[in-house]
Nanobody
């Protein structure tokens, strides 16, 4: 059974950085778009960043543009989310997900079929 496994979450002070990693276990998502989503307590899940299977297309939420960078070295490599200049409002559980759909759907959570268990990111003020 193919699974997504996130790592890299933790507690950081405002202005700090974290790098999240997402790796596939038991298979590969080489032909899938990969995305990062987050959900804070009492809020709806939101798309943070996503990258197409080729790496040629990316999506970023307005709230993270210029601060977060999603990357994948190749279609078979882990997916990373580099988060800089973190703010308390970035506090949430971050989920990695995989989508078989094209780049037009990168920011749409409904188009993602596989989800990881999530990793907590807490930014203190």
């Amino acid at each position: 059974q193919v699974q997504l496994v996130e790592s890299g979450g933790g507690l950081v002070q405002a202005g700090g950085s974290l790098r999240l990693s997402c790796a596939a276990s038991g298979g590969t998502f080489s032909s899938y778009a990969m995305g990062w989503f987050r959900q804070a307590p009492g809020k709806e899940r939101e798309a943070v960043a996503a990258v197409s299977w080729s790496g040629g297309h990316t999506y970023y939420a307005d709230s993270v543009k210029g601060r977060f960078t999603i990357s994948r070295d190749s279609a078979k490599s882990p997916v990373y989310l580099q988060m800089n200049s973190l703010k308390p409002e970035d506090t949430a559980v971050y989920y990695c997900a995989a989508s078989p759909y094209g780049s037009s759907w990168l920011g749409n959570a409904e188009k993602y079929d596989y989800w990881g268990q999530g990793t907590q990111v807490t930014v203190s003020s």
